[in-house]
């Protein structure tokens, strides 16, 4: 399912008028004629609420795009039980339009997952098959390079971004990722403690895997987000990561990218910041995050999704 972009002017659109003077027209480029000022675009601030789960994506405040991208719905499996989807991509900034690069993958990715939990696929099978899907579609960006980039720039990166994604049913939580994306579980009753459910692909995750460095050392330096694990043309061998837990009380699932979990890096520290409703109010509780990290500096692009376990049927949230 699309995400919703909230409160913005069409670039080019005659009716458009200025955000920031509300007398100049908006040309083509997306600028006021009148006072010269940039005008949101589409993706500088996405909202999505799909029954019980939501997501929201945020531009930032340094960067000039919004390279993150999303996708979340439901389904229902073989006996007719819910499941919600959660995926969340962060383009790689260092190569060419990782914009496009995430809004691909995160695409692929979640109909993949909603093709397959109803015809009985394994949710963590699902979610495997999901990631290669979410590859596919990057990759095949690279055969379809755009001519003017590739003129400035022959030698330039292909398109790339990380992934991770949750399916949650009604026993069974699974997470999927490459990259240094990450997905939490925070209990709501906050006597049990919170738990990161991913391994980033990345520099500091290989020195503390490798005893070279304990963790804060490790992403305290400069190198530490240098990221190890991607999708797109350009990557090592893919290796999707998967893993499946129970839990064994309610909870919500936190799939954000690293615009975020910097400014809550622990799970000790990411069950802090979540609202203590967030699994009955999760669009609530993902603006609140992302306003966590806009707070905090909203140094990258922010975005997160998050999911309520034990999976219930569409509608049963609320808002």
């Known amino acids: 399912m699309a995400a919703e972009p909230v409160g913005q002017h069409s670039a080019g659109d005659a009716a458009a008028v200025c955000v920031a003077c509300r007398a100049g027209r908006v040309d083509d480029d997306g600028y ?12 500088d601030h996405m909202e999505q609420e799909c029954g019980p789960l939501a997501a929201v994506s945020d531009r930032g405040l340094r960067h000039h795009r919004n390279e993150d991208a999303f996708g979340v719905g439901t389904t229902a499996l073989p006996d007719g039980s819910p499941a919600s989807v959660a995926i969340v991509c962060d383009g790689v900034s260092s190569a060419t339009r990782p914009d496009e690069a995430s809004a691909a993958a995160s695409r692929a990715a979640s109909e993949s997952l909603l093709a397959a939990l109803p015809r009985g696929t394994h949710p963590q099978q699902a979610m495997h098959d999901a990631i290669i899907a979410a590859s596919d579609a990057v990759n095949a960006l690279a055969d379809a390079p755009d001519p003017a980039a590739r003129e400035q720039d022959p030698h330039q990166n292909a398109p790339a971004c990380t992934i991770v994604g949750a399916v949650v049913t009604q026993g069974l939580l699974v997470v999927g990722w490459v990259g240094d994306s990450r997905a939490y579980w925070v209990p709501v009753d906050r006597s049990a403690p919170a738990a990161r459910l991913t391994e980033d692909d990345s520099w500091a995750a290989q020195m503390v895997a490798a005893g070279l460095m304990g963790e804060a050392e490790a992403y305290a330096d400069h190198r530490a987000h240098a990221i190890t694990g991607w999708l797109g043309a350009d990557a090592y061998e893919l290796e999707p990561h998967t893993a499946s837990f129970k839990p064994d009380r309610p ?13 809550a890096e622990s799970a000790d520290d990411m069950a802090e910041v979540v609202p203590a409703d967030a699994a009955v109010r999760p669009l609530h509780g993902a603006r609140v995050l992302v306003g966590h990290a806009l707070d ?10 998050l999911v309520p376990f034990p999976a219930v049927p569409q509608g049963a949230g609320s808002a």
Not at 32 to 43: L, S, Y
Not at 296 to 305: C, E, I, P, W, Y
């Open 296 to 305: 905090g500096g909203g140094h990258d692009n922010v975005t997160v999704a």
């Open 251 to 263: 909870g919500v699932v936190v799939v954000c990218t690293d615009g975020l979990w910097n400014y």
């Open 32 to 43: 006021c004629e009148n006072c010269g000022h940039a005008q949101p675009r589409e993706r």
